[in-house]
């Protein structure tokens, strides 16, 4: 009966050593991938705090509509507004595929830019849908789902979800 007993015992030892060792490799996987995404996501940030980037998104949400006929889509612009254009819609293209393939988390980008990217996806989509129709290619997809993305949750659901709190009075 003390062999059975000290047969299960380190049985049950050695499932638990398993246990912590695989809990420990998986915390140690998510760190390294946290560490390898974060100048991505640091980079992001810093440029949309460029003066740069707050010229182009004030032109395209109040004048861009008003001034240029989007028939013509991204490539029917002028310069420097086909700039200021791609700027913008390619940047949040390529934060979309960050998200759809899952590199950076959803609520991280939509909790930061979510209000900015339907109403950036809004002043472009004629566009942008102008451009699939010229070049027949899926021009701004991943921009298109991150859009669809932010319309079905808010950054305000995010932020209460994830915990933040206003400061009190």
């Known amino acids: 009966m003390d062999q059975q007993f000290a047969a299960v015992a380190a049985l049950a030892l050695s499932f ?11 915390r140690q996987l998510t760190l390294m991938r946290g560490a390898n995404i974060l100048p991505i996501v640091l980079e992001s940030f810093s440029e949309t705090r460029t003066q740069e980037w707050t010229v182009c998104r004030e032109y395209i949400n109040e004048r861009l509509a008003m001034e240029h006929d989007p028939r013509g ?53 004629p566009y942008i849908a102008a451009q699939r129709e010229i070049d027949g290619a899926g021009t701004a997809v991943y921009f298109e789902d991150l859009a669809r993305r932010a319309h079905t949750r808010t950054g305000t659901e995010i932020h209460a979800r994830i915990g933040l709190r206003p400061f009190p009075d």
Request: aromatic fraction near 10%.
């Open 16 to 26: 638990l050593a398993l246990l912590i060792s695989a809990a420990t490799a998986y």
């Open 73 to 125: 889509g991204l490539v029917g612009l002028p310069e420097p507004i086909k700039h200021q254009v791609r700027k913008v819609a390619f940047f949040f293209d390529d934060l979309g595929k960050l998200v759809a393939h899952r590199v950076v988390d959803e609520d991280l980008i939509l909790g930061a830019y979510g209000g900015s990217v339907l109403a950036m996806w809004r002043a472009l989509a």
